[in-house]
């Protein structure tokens, strides 16, 4: 089994990161047409660079520390890196 791990970004990145996906999902919940439109393509790259950065068993620790089934998981608006 491997540790969950963040490869690539300084603890500084990551917390940019994370801040970055928080702002995002507040403009996507709450924004204007023009705001979740403008979320929606922020948010491809992060993604990327989320995926890049972290291993499948860091997505699944996040998974369980926040409580999250799979089955919550499963609308069709959740990030694709979340998705199982």
Not at 52 to 55: L, S, V
Not at 58 to 61: H, M, R
């Given at each position: 089994m491997n540790k969950p791990m963040i490869s690539n970004l300084n603890q500084l990145d990551a917390a940019v990161l994370i801040e970055k996906f928080?702002?995002?999902n507040g403009m996507l919940?709450?924004?204007?047409?023009?705001?979740?439109a403008q979320a929606k393509a922020m948010l491809e790259p992060?993604?990327?660079q989320a995926l890049?950065?972290?291993?499948s068993e860091?997505?699944?620790?996040a998974k369980f520390e926040m409580n999250v089934s799979d089955k919550d998981l499963s609308f069709s608006n959740v990030v694709t890196l979340f998705k199982p």
């Open positions: 928080i702002v995002l919940l709450h924004g204007t047409k023009e705001e979740k992060l993604q990327k890049e950065a972290i291993n860091a997505i699944k620790q």
